[in-house]
């Protein structure tokens, strides 16, 4: 059974960099995506970018100056960093293993909220 | 104009049916592209129901009753998430996705409430 489990700070200040860390659980590493998605309170959902195990990255263009997304394949883990933070990026952030498209296990998610 | 548009909210009777659409940007051609379909509830990650692209390419999430199908509009330029035979559980948040070139984009969401 696939679980993720994520982990970061909760509470940032204004232009503070975003950091959270995915670990996977059961199943293979290599073969699929690792995704970042988020939802604002109240919001619908936004996907953020996705890696594989080899690295490779895909980014939603809106975040892409911003956005960091990478992979340790010995610690079965991936993380996202997103910089110069504001208010705007307050939101439940989810780790999600994608598999040809098909976004199948999610993690709990994590409240991020970003205050002054 | 946002790429994918969903009604914001919808209801239905238990044990009728229930039709969400999902509408696609002019210029983005559903009939190219494969809509998948999430269900969310309130304090839940979203959980993956199905992709249709067509009814030669099309598949059901692992464990999601077959009353939960997908189709398309051609002429709406619109994906379909048909939910038979509604039940209480089924009150949730609905949304759609497709991908372009290895970018993901959600639908603004669908909340479903059962009367």
């Known amino acids: 059974q696939v679980q993720l489990q994520q982990w970061g700070a909760g509470l940032l200040k204004p232009s503070e960099t975003l950091s959270l860390t995915c670990s996977v659980y059961g199943g293979s590493f290599s073969g699929y995506y690792w995704s970042w998605i988020r939802q604002p309170p109240g919001k619908g959902l936004e996907w953020i970018g996705e890696?594989?195990?080899?690295?490779?990255?895909n980014y939603n263009p809106s975040l892409k100056s911003r956005l960091t997304i990478s992979i340790d394949t010995s610690k079965n883990q991936f993380s996202l960093n997103l910089s110069s933070v504001t208010a705007a990026d307050t939101a439940v952030y989810y780790c999600?293993?994608?598999?040809?498209?098909?976004?199948?296990?999610w993690g709990r998610g994590s409240l991020v909220t970003v205050s002054s | 104009q946002a790429v994918l548009t969903q009604p914001s909210s919808l209801s239905a009777s238990p044990g009728a049916s229930a039709s969400l659409t999902c509408t696609l940007r002019s210029g983005i051609n559903v009939g190219a592209n494969k809509i998948y379909w999430y269900q969310q509830k309130p304090g839940s990650p979203p959980q993956y129901l199905l992709k249709y692209k067509s009814d030669s390419d099309k598949q059901q999430g692992s464990g999601v009753p077959s009353r939960f199908s997908g189709s398309k509009d051609a002429s709406g330029n619109a994906g379909i998430l048909r939910i038979s035979g509604v039940q209480s559980e089924d009150e949730a948040d609905y949304y759609c996705?497709?991908?372009?070139?290895?970018?993901?984009?959600f639908g603004g969401g669908t909340k479903l409430t059962v009367l």
């Open positions: 996705m497709i991908w372009q070139s290895r970018v993901s984009v």
């Open positions: 999600a293993r994608d598999l040809d498209g098909e976004i199948d296990h």
């Open positions: 890696i594989d195990h080899s690295g490779s990255t």
